[in-house]
């Protein structure tokens, strides 16, 4: 995509939505860290439901600790491989005590360090909690960034670097949510909505999707966030 049209693109997403936000609950970078860990081939909704009591009762990684694994795994027992991310989770809670002081750190490479925290989990959590300029590539971000020809690459990080190249000011801090946000409701996997796309004419996707007959323009529903490699939600 050329410098101008990169610009144009993020500019009509700005405009239409200038302050956008990460769907997943969350009330500090702490539960933040768990809900996206927790997300993982998992929707933003079905997070929610799970966590809003959870956090209700535990906010720090002390707390969580002190609740266990077990009271853990019955709070979020809707969540796919809810064992797996309960032990994470503990697990992690315990390293944020011992090596952090209980502490989010604003680091990349501390923030790996956590069990079940990969490189998009850390892009987000700098991004949402500290105000980073990150690119967290989800499944979302990695169709968009390919089929609109924005950033182009086989494989997650490549887009990630690609579009921490080719995105300027003003628009890095919140670019990954307005991309996020657009292959959730608009450039979805199976169809993408290209009747109703803000951005169709800049988009290198060919051949365009028509209207369904007789389908509103109005009222997206959200694509769940499938995991390309597994078909899993």
Known sequence: MKKADVIEFYARLAEADPHPETELEFVNPYTLVVAVALSAQATDVCVNKATRALF??????EKMVALGLEDLKRHIKTIGLYNTKA????ALSQMLIDD??????????ALERLPGVGRKTANVVLNVAF?????????HIFRVGNRTGLAR?????AVELKLDKATPQPF???AHHWLILHGRYVCKART???WR???SDLCAYKPKTPAPKGRSLASPSPEPDIDPATGEA
Do not use: M, Q, S
């Open 172 to 174: 890095r801090l919140h």
């Open 197 to 199: 796309c803000i951005v």
């Open 192 to 194: 993408p909505e290209c």
């Open 153 to 157: 690459g086989k494989t997650p990080l």
């Open 131 to 139: 105000g980073a300029e990150t690119f967290a590539v989800d499944t």
């Open 100 to 109: 952090y002081g209980g502490e989010v750190p604003n680091d990349r490479a």
């Open 56 to 61: 209700r009762e535990v906010d720090t990684p």
């Open 87 to 90: 032990k994470n989770v503990i």
